[in-house]
């Protein structure tokens, strides 16, 4: 039996793809904590009165389309740099954009005035929720795994990270 | 012997006298002794006071330190995390990378739960009223600050640098001047603790050695007073034996002329033929005879005292029965009396306890007190001899006393503590032409000491003495009486 080089590439990209889809070595930060199944949490101030929120106000947040809380302070939304397995969560399941037409959407929007501020950009889960710790105003996402007390975690459409029908995950669901 | 009326108060009375003649004894006989342990208590004590005095200033000395220094330090480390809680917060403006804003923030919040739990280690050890107060505007203050800070952190988060520099310098900088001067007054007040600290310290160190100073100089004076209170009397107890020694030698010089002089002449007459006739001769012999003995008993007295003084005299200690003894110096001083023309009378109670003793010397010793009373009883020709069992005075066990009593010419008070001293003669008893040699009395209390006894006296002047000799009766001497028994009164009647 004899193994052309195309076969060879073939082999070689499927041992690459076995050892990357366990965990998130995508995007450089080494957890090992694998992706499947788990739920990201979207996190507010703690002095933030928001308890719940619809998944459309969500994605009104996330898209820069709303400014202000109903306390009135300003919203200052916070995500992690591009290629990282919650950002490309939230862009696909709340944004439902990819990575350039989020970026665009952004640029236009703060072009026309439709954006109130750019998002601010936290390289870690530890980041993010500290960022959301020292702001009031501010509104993230992390993996359950990194929640804790220093923060809020909001209800979206009534359910937490927790519940079942719960719709912010880190995997796609699959279609219905 | 008649009883007084008042004989118990006079026995209180007789009992009470030894016993301050015992501690004047002690006291004398132990003079250097005593001096050293006065000195030494006094030591002691001043060095007790010195170290309660450096006690006192160490404890404060640590208590300054403990409250100030270490206040001080405190409250320098407070104001380093107030400035460092402000620094990183303006360090978040300088940067618009949200990653190192909030490391910066992170580093402010290090900062300020520093210094908040330093304020409330402040309160908690804050004593007086002043430190409470500050201490409770500090925290508010503090809070405050906080707040700000707070938001201007929020605002550089959030991208706005000129909101937070603005809530900066319209909050922030009054409110962290507000933390600066109360973290000011705070040192203050650990500046002005550890001032009066240190007051109290300083004076307690001079307190501490002018006490030293003090003790010292007065250990000084004291140790000079002792050596020449020392010097002193022991100059005085020299010149006092020397002219003792003198007066001994004049008394005695005295005492044996007379009777050399009278053997002198009889045998001056002898030898010249005045003496005729053979009854002539007799009464000569019979007055050299006389003589004779008189110079032999004086030489053995001093002989003896001085044996006694010594304690060369090796005693022959026994049960010896109480009437026996009175006996015994009735007979031997039976003659002395009548030919002086005395009544003795004498009164021994029944079933005395024997006491141990040596009969010779005890003999001696009271009839040295009766010849006594014979020179010294003036017009009225009575000596009392008395014999009696009795509680001794302050100890648990009985003693006999046989006293000697006189109503003659007394002794003053102011002479009682030295009659006993060897070769001492009253003045008013050399006036009086009386002679002796001044060793009776210290003959007598040696035997009566030698016996485990004492002696005493009570005397008024113009009224009379008595004189008592205490012999302690011991468990042992009735044993020995009773194991001895009953051959025993025959053979000391024998």
Known sequence: ?????????????????????????????????????????????????????????????????????????????????????????????????????YNNHFLHGLFTGEVFASPKTLSTPVGVRKFVFNVPGAIGYVRTADVDDSVKVLRIDGLLPSDKDYKVQMQARPAK | ?????????????????????????????????????????????????????????????????????????????????????????????????????????????????????GVREYLEQARIPREVEIGQRLRLDWSAYLRVRDEVLASILEGSTREAVQLDLTGGVPSFERVRQDLEEVKRLYDEQASQRLAIVAGSSHRSVVRLIAVLGFTLLFASASIWAIQRSKMLSEVQLAKLQMDFVASVSHELRTPLAVIC????????????????????????????????????????FASTK???????????????????????????????????????????????GDLSALSQCLQNL???????????????????????????????????????????????????????????????????????LPLAKNIAEAMGGTLSVESELGAGSVFTLHLPVTEEAQLQMAAAAPGLDQLQKS
Not at chain 2, 326 to 336: C, K, M, P, Y
């Open chain 2, 310 to 356: 010594e304690r060369e005299v090796r005693y022959h200690l026994r049960p010896i029965k109480v009437q026996q003894i009175v006996e015994s110096v009735i007979e031997n001083t039976a003659e002395l009396a009548r030919s002086s023309g005395f009544v003795i009378e004498q009164r021994v109670d029944p079933d005395l306890p024997y006491v141990r």
């Open chain 2, 265 to 304: 002449s009889a045998a001056d007459n002898i030898a010249d033929g005045v003496v005729e006739g053979k009854e002539q001769l007799t009464r000569y012999g019979v007055v050299i005879r006389n003589q004779t003995r008189q110079i032999t008993e004086l030489v053995n007295e001093i002989l003896l």
């Open chain 1, 1 to 101: 039996m004899q193994f052309g080089p195309r076969v060879l590439v073939m082999f070689v990209a499927a041992v690459l793809l076995l050892k990357a889809a366990p965990g998130r070595s995508f995007g450089g930060a080494g957890y090992a904590q694998t992706t499947s199944g788990q739920s990201l949490a979207i996190i507010v101030n703690q002095s933030n009165p928001v308890e719940n929120l619809s998944f459309t106000e969500l994605r009104r947040i996330f898209l820069g389309e709303r400014s202000h809380w109903p306390n009135g302070r300003r919203i200052t939304l916070v995500i992690m740099p591009p290629g990282e397995p919650e950002r490309d969560a939230i862009l696909r399941e709340v944004c439902r954009m990819n990575e350039k037409d």
């Open chain 2, 1 to 117: 012997m008649s009883e007084k009326p008042n004989d118990a108060a006079d026995r209180a009375k007789s009992e009470a006298v030894p016993l301050t003649r015992v501690v004047s004894n002690l006291l004398s006989r132990n003079s250097y002794t005593l001096l050293l342990l006065l000195v030494f208590g006094v030591e002691v004590g001043v060095g007790i006071f010195v170290i309660r005095d450096l006690r006192t200033a160490n404890v404060e000395a640590q208590r300054m330190y403990a409250g100030s220094v270490l206040g001080l330090r405190r409250i320098g480390e407070l104001q380093y995390q107030a400035q460092e809680t402000r620094r990183s917060t303006l360090y978040a403006l300088t940067t618009n990378d949200s990653n190192l804003q909030v490391e910066y923030a992170d580093q402010s919040r290090e900062a300020d739960r520093r210094v908040t739990d």
């Open chain 2, 370 to 440: 009766i010849v006594n009373a014979v020179k010294y009883s003036g017009e009225s020709r009575w000596i009392g001899v008395r014999a009696t069992v009795d509680q001794a005075h302050g100890r648990n066990r009985k003693e006999v006393r046989i006293s000697v009593q006189d109503r003659g010419i007394g002794i003053a008070a102011p002479e009682l503590s030295q009659i006993f001293e060897p070769f001492y003669r009253s003045p008013a008893v050399s006036a009086a032409q009386i002679h002796g040699t001044g060793l009776g």
